[in-house]
């Protein structure tokens, strides 16, 4: 772990979605701190982006969630929620750490606590959040970057290729990120945020945000495919 984060765990997480709209609805979400993980997959009960099959391989078939023709186990949204602030509390109100997370990733998130009323629960478990989109553009500003994504930075900066779009993945890969940029706790600190500070809904700024979240699309319902 970081020198910052002695006495300070850090919990990088990602959510999948089923679009980038005022309506999407998580359908996976993953997080990882050290050696410990968590990934899970939930239920969609919503219409999904159709170009999202293309990118993910994530797909629908009635309530069920395959990727790549692979059936999926899956949650409800209170089942993973639940044992998402339940991992959180085992590491003592860490911060959490995520890319793009206060214009995306944390307004989805929030209005999921909101609707299975867990966000209290979520609140106390939780020490704060720093996005790492705004904090590597500080601390890289002097570089010639193309992006300052997440799946770029981890390409130029650490010269690895990884699965994008998959939420375990990114956060694994994440993890790595932080550690190479170590910021410290005065450029961690310029960053954190509570979730209480976010006034907008995801639907205010979808527009800017760039795609990177999972989003699935529907197909008939039908046999499921050979795994």
């Not at 990118?55 to 990727?67: D, E, K």
């Not at 606590?113 to 601390?139: I, K, N, W």
């Not at 990884?162 to 170590?182: C, I, M, N, S, W």
């Not at 706790?185 to 976010?198: M, N, Y």
Request: overall charge positive; aromatic content about 6%.
């Amino acid at each position: 772990m970081h020198k910052e984060s002695a006495a300070q765990s850090l919990v990088f997480f990602d959510l999948e979605t089923t679009g980038l709209g005022p309506r999407c609805e998580i359908v996976q979400l993953a997080a990882v701190s050290g050696l410990h993980s968590l990934n899970l997959y939930i239920r969609p009960r919503c219409p999904v982006q159709p170009a999202a099959a293309r990118v993910t391989g994530f797909t629908v078939r009635g309530r069920r969630l395959y990727l790549h023709r692979r059936l999926l186990l899956t949650n409800s949204l209170r089942e993973v929620l639940v044992s998402f602030i339940a991992f959180l509390q085992m590491l003592g109100r860490p911060l959490l750490v995520g890319h793009n997370i206060r214009r995306f990733d944390c307004p989805v998130l929030v209005r999921s606590l909101d609707e299975v009323q867990l966000r209290a629960h979520f609140e106390a478990s939780v020490s704060g959040c720093v996005d790492t989109l705004p904090l590597a553009r500080e601390l890289l500003r002097d570089r010639c970057l193309r992006s300052f994504g997440q799946e770029n930075l981890v390409r130029e900066l650490l010269g690895l290729n990884y699965k994008a779009h998959d939420a375990l993945e990114d956060v694994r890969a994440l993890q790595t990120l932080y550690g190479f940029l170590q910021p410290t706790p005065e450029v961690i600190s310029r960053h954190k945020f509570t979730v209480d500070t976010l006034r907008c809904k995801p639907a205010d700024s979808v527009l800017q945000v760039p795609w990177r979240s999972v989003k699935v699309t529907e197909e008939p319902e039908g046999q499921p495919d050979a795994l």
